[in-house]
């Protein structure tokens, strides 16, 4: 069963979202529900611990590659200290 839920997004995020979406024969919805699913598997416990690239090469069209440059670096502080500016 869906549940509409209603969410906030950068403008900028919102029109590459749409367009990525549109590029892969997806709604919108239904890519943030797929990348959701996947944040919420019970075998990470945090943002910092998942397979990005498994998902992203899901959704692309050709292999992905991604390459984790400090995986120290506190990604929820970061995306909520960008959110204040």
């Known amino acids: 069963m869906d549940t509409k839920v209603t969410l906030s997004f950068d403008q900028q995020v919102v ?3 749409k367009a990525f979406a549109e590029a892969n024969h997806i709604s919108l919805s239904r890519l943030v529900e797929f990348m959701l699913s996947k944040v ?3 075998r990470y416990r945090s943002l ?3 397979p990005v690239s498994d998902w ?3 959704v692309a069209e050709g292999e992905a590659t991604y390459v984790r440059k ?3 670096r506190n990604v ?3 995306y909520l ?3 204040k500016k």
Do not use: C, G, M, V
């Open 40 to 42: 919420t598997d019970p």
């Open 48 to 50: 910092d611990e998942l």
């Open 56 to 58: 992203i090469s899901q």
């Open 81 to 83: 200290e960008s959110r």
């Open 76 to 78: 929820k502080k970061e």
């Open 15 to 17: 029109l590459q979202a």
């Open 70 to 72: 400090n995986a120290a």
